[in-house]
């Protein structure tokens, strides 16, 4: 195929669009919309796979004048458009795949629906999940940060439980737990998320995240205790370590507790987390964009849960919610995650390749690396707690995983011989290494260690590189670092 040139003008324009923002804001609304549509069809998993639904949602018999293409979707896109844009990705990467040199865009065109017509559209999942729909106009919500989705999620259950209190006051409760139910902490979360939880509410902090820490939360409970709820990321960030959802459910039924997942490391591509959580939180600053130039966040609420009914009103108050994604980062939003699920299989499959091939032999007690922290070589627990609630179809691994050493002259050896972006976020389109523990916790490092979180561990981010330059890359800073 002969690829056809950008014209000096197509490529300003180009420039001007995807760095610059110079955007149609009248396309915001509509891409909300999209997002949110796009989320709830992943949120749960489904045994059909509908190929169109990642892209468009687009009534069968209207009238394609009601339609208009977004800024990006414009001769310059089309032309720019490669033959195949899945190019191999629905299946496992040739290694030999290299990167493309020219402006070539693997995004297809998507219409933006202009009529004001309000289209409900929930997605139902397979029966083995009990039928859970999620309606995306009315159980999905958006924010400028993922961080912004947890403490709304955890401000909500707040509010939730001062009713309890306000009627135990009241006298109408006189069974109620004393104030202040306490939030649960499982496992080692995100360092923000950890300080944003113990700063709003007393809380457990169950850092281990493994079944020493289910028998302290099941302890706690017998003892008479209640507790608000239990927050959980799948897996967790740096450990990659996955709890037992399927046991967190069973108790929160049993004891009356709510169940918030942070799904950002795992994905809705992977993790099926929905059906076992009240609330499912995101940042689609991550794998859902992926060109790390939006920020923004996802809330949705399980209607199944107890929490429902209160939740759907919480989040019509003017007082509680408003909905700040900023248009232009909105319009940027849809635009990226036109492909994610593309990208999600494409980095599990390069992220095993690099596993397996590249750092998996030079794991030991004599050799370079002293652990792999990934959801298939965490731990065993990790594996079946990870495989119980993998989604069917699509779902693999992720794409982050974390290395430890034996000394901190080999860790900080391997990090500067390691040719890659340097720096925080993960989920990008292009692979990033993070010394996580000093970078993040660094005046916390004893505190870090405890739990295992040890101060030379390295976080990787599996990007869209082909996987022969990836194994390049990492191989030659091996073989560098042995040598000292």
């Keep these: 195929m002969v690829e056809k040139k950008s014209s000096p003008a197509e490529e300003k324009e180009y420039i001007e669009m995807r760095y610059g923002r110079n955007l149609n804001f009248a396309f915001a609304d509509r891409a909300k919309e999209l997002i949110k549509k796009r989320i709830a069809t992943k949120v749960i998993d489904k045994d059909e796979h509908d190929e169109e639904e990642n892209y468009h949602f687009l009534a069968g018999n209207q009238d394609e004048q009601d339609f208009q293409d977004t800024f990006l979707d414009s001769s310059l896109n089309e032309a720019n458009h490669g033959e195949d844009h899945d190019g191999g990705i629905s299946g496992e990467v040739d290694s030999q795949e290299e990167p493309h040199n020219g402006l070539v865009s693997t995004i297809p065109p998507e219409p933006i629906e202009m009529s004001t017509i309000e289209e409900e ?77 113990q700063g709003f509410n007393e809380t457990y902090f169950l850092g281990e995240g493994d079944e020493s820490s289910m028998k302290e939360l099941t302890k706690i409970l017998h003892s008479g205790e209640q507790i608000l709820a239990v927050f959980i990321e799948t897996p967790s960030n740096p450990l990659l370590k996955m709890g037992n959802l399927l046991e967190l459910k069973r108790l929160s039924e049993l004891f009356g507790f709510f169940i918030i997942i942070d799904e950002t490391v795992g994905g809705i591509v992977n993790i099926d987390g929905l059906p076992f959580a009240d609330i499912v939180c995101s940042s689609l600053t991550k794998t859902f964009s992926g060109d790390s130039n939006v920020i923004g966040g996802s809330m949705v609420l399980n209607p199944q849960s107890r929490v429902y009914e209160f939740a759907s009103r919480f989040m019509q108050l003017e007082d509680e919610y408003e909905d700040l994604l900023w248009c232009e980062d909105a319009i940027y939003l849809e635009r990226n995650s036109r492909d994610f699920i593309a990208r999600t299989i494409r980095i599990n499959y390069s992220t095993e390749y690099l596993l397996d091939k590249i750092l998996k032999p030079h794991v030991g007690e004599n050799k370079l690396f002293k652990k792999i922290y990934y959801p298939n070589l965490t731990s065993k627990e990790t594996l079946t707690n990870y495989d119980m609630v993998r989604c069917k179809k699509e779902g693999g691994y992720g794409g982050l995983f974390s290395l430890t050493f034996h000394d901190e002259d080999h860790a900080a050896a391997f990090y500067d011989n390691l040719k890659l972006n340097k720096g925080p976020s993960l989920g990008t389109n292009f692979t990033l290494a993070f010394p996580y523990t000093l970078m993040t916790y660094y005046h916390e490092l004893d505190m870090a260690e405890k739990f295992g979180v040890e101060r030379n561990l390295l976080r990787i981010s599996v990007g869209l590189e082909s996987q022969s330059i990836l194994g390049k890359i990492f191989q030659e800073a091996i073989d560098k670092t042995v040598e000292i």
Aim: net charge positive; aromatic share 10%; hydrophobic share 40%.
């Design 121 to 197: 559209q929930s997605v139902e999942e397979d029966a083995g999940r009990c039928a859970l729909r999620v309606c995306p106009e009315r159980d999905v919500f958006l924010f400028p940060s993922g961080m912004a989705s947890i403490f709304t999620a955890h401000r909500l259950l707040l509010q939730w439980d001062s009713l309890r209190l306000n009627r135990s006051r009241n006298g109408s409760d006189v069974t109620s737990s004393p104030p202040n139910k306490k939030t649960v902490i499982f496992g080692f979360p995100y360092a923000d998320t950890l300080h944003v939880l």
